[in-house]
T-cell receptor
Framework: DGGITQSPKYLFRKEGQNVTLSCEQNLNHDAMYWYRQDPGQGLRLIYYSQIVNDFQKGDIAEGYSVSREKKESFPLTVTSAQKNPTAFYLC????????????FGPGTRLTVT | GQQVMQIPQYQHVQEGEDFTTYCNSS?????IQWYKQRPGGHPVFLIQ?????EVKKQKRLTFQFGEAKKNSSLHITATQTTDVGTYFC???????????FGPGTRLSVLP
């Protein structure tokens, strides 16, 4: 059963703590993406990776970090430097290039208090 | 930088009425994609348009790509409650390695 998974679905953290969101795909996709969605808002790109061991900053990378050590995995760390971390985080994957659809995971809703 | 806008931001319709959302890019696009996100869910790919003036249909949904490849529209005929959600358009950035999403149009359908 191919797809993209994110865990956990809901995550609660205290302010000042780093937190890592998981994203795994078994679609054999080279490209992976992290988006942030705020209530009533569109999708804003945080980081993306076109190939293993390489990734680029998106529009709102400050306060976030990623790694891409395996093709299947693209974890996102929300650091304490991110001023407004409470949001819905979506991971996606696709065949590399701009002509292919993105497959989204179910998302992680992060609440920081 | 490249911008993708959508109008309207919200649309409330009575079940059975038609609905249209418009997407406009500040730059010419090589292709445009449409996604639907149900309330509480994640975006799901609907379609991709590539050719200038292209029109594609999926049952009650009609997608159009403008002649100049800078705008697109999604039209739903005779809306149903299952059409509820937010519709996003997305276009590749200039160098093509990722996408710019529009802010979305949230559709509510009253039974």
């Amino acid at each position: 059963d191919g797809g993209i998974t994110q865990s956990p679905k809901y995550l609660f953290r205290k302010e000042g703590q780093n937190v890592t969101l998981s994203c795994e795909q078994n679609l054999n996709h080279d490209a992976m993406y992290w988006y942030r969605q705020d209530p009533g808002q569109g999708l804003r790109l945080i980081y993306y990776s076109q190939i293993v061991n390489d990734f680029q900053k998106g529009d709102i990378a400050e306060g976030y970090s990623v790694s891409r050590e395996k093709k299947e995995s693209f974890p996102l760390t929300v650091t304490s430097a991110q001023k407004n971390p409470t949001a819905f985080y979506l991971c996606a994957s696709s065949v590399a290039g701009s002509s292919y659809e993105q497959y989204f995971g179910p998302g992680t809703r992060l609440t920081v208090t | 930088g490249q911008q993708v806008m959508q109008i309207p931001q919200y649309q409330h319709v009575q079940e059975g009425e038609d609905f249209t959302t418009y997407c406009n890019s500040s730059t010419t696009l090589s292709n445009i994609q449409w996604y639907k996100q149900r309330p509480g869910g994640h975006p799901v790919f609907l379609i991709q348009l590539v050719k200038s003036g292209e029109v594609k249909k999926q049952k009650r949904l009609t997608f159009q790509f403008g002649e100049a490849k800078k705008n697109s529209s999604l039209h739903i005929t005779a809306t149903q409650t299952t059409d509820v959600g937010t519709y996003f358009c997305a276009g590749p950035r200039g160098y093509g390695q990722n996408f710019v999403f529009g802010p979305g149009t949230r559709l509510s359908v009253l039974p």
